[in-house]
T-cell receptor, first 109, second 112 residues
Framework: QQPVQSPQAVILREGEDAVINCSSS?????VHWYRQKHGEAPVFLMI?????EQMRHEKISASFNEKKQQSSLYLTASQLSYSGTYFC??????????FGTGTRLQVFP | SAVISQKPSRDICQRGTSLTIQCQVD?????MFWYRQQPGQSLTLIAT?????????ESGFVIDKFPISRPNLTFSTLTVSNMSPEDSSIYLC?????????FGQGTRLTVV
């Protein structure tokens, strides 16, 4: 089953914060986060492993709630370069990666 | 890290024909993955290609429509057979390296 992301779309002004959620009906082992810009391939942001710590990539961080089978991506003080579509991906180690429904983020000056 | 060369980058094909997409990786990998991304949508896994064995297909995808070859640990092909306009999409190959997924640049297919 495909993970469900919310919201589907976010519009921000530079400097504003946003949270993107990823929910799964299956138990999570690891959660990936990717950003895809228009016409480009997805780019890896971070991975969260079961039992691991909250990860951080510049001003983007993520958390992993095993009980709720949910992960959240936190974008702080957004920049124009943050615009794109964000996907979570669920996988077991060395196994196939199943991507979430996606969240489109637009940051304006 | 892994660098993936995928080709062609785009093609326009007549319905009823077939197109073969190639992916070359700069290192040996056990599994390669093929995804389809329809306009404005997420990435949908088509199949997992293992060297030396048949590909494993996801629900909704069949070998007759999307035959895959994996002759060695650095190369794979995906063929889109008997194409229809509904096959118009972006096709991406992907590999894992140290828990991170890397992607080819994608093949933008338009079927007319």
């Amino acid at each position: 089953q495909q993970p469900v992301q919310s919201p589907q779309a976010v519009i921000l002004r530079e400097g504003e914060d946003a949270v993107i959620n990823c929910s799964s009906s299956k138990a999570l082992y690891s959660v990936h986060w990717y950003r895809q810009k228009h016409g480009e391939a997805p780019v890896f942001l971070m991975i969260l492993l079961k039992g691991g710590e909250q990860m951080r990539h510049e001003k983007i961080s993520a958390s992993f709630n095993e009980k709720k089978q949910q992960s959240s991506l936190y974008l702080t003080a957004s920049q124009l370069s943050y615009s794109g579509t964000y996907f979570c991906g669920l996988a077991r180690f060395g196994d196939k990666l199943i991507f979430g429904t996606g969240t489109r983020l637009q940051v304006f000056p | 890290s892994a660098v993936i060369s995928q080709k062609p980058s785009r093609d326009i094909c007549q319905r009823g024909t077939s197109l073969t997409i190639q992916c070359q990786v700069d290192s040996q990998v056990t599994m390669m993955f093929w995804y389809r991304q329809q306009p404005g949508q997420s990435l949908t896994l088509i199949a997992t290609a293992n060297q030396g064995s048949e590909a494993t297909y996801e629900s909704g995808f069949v070998i007759d429509k999307f035959p895959i070859s994996r002759p060695n640990l650095t190369f794979s092909t995906l063929t889109v057979s008997n194409m229809s306009p509904e096959d118009s999409s972006i096709y991406l190959c992907s590999v894992y390296s140290n828990t991170e997924a890397f992607f080819g640049q994608g093949t933008r297919l338009t079927v007319v």
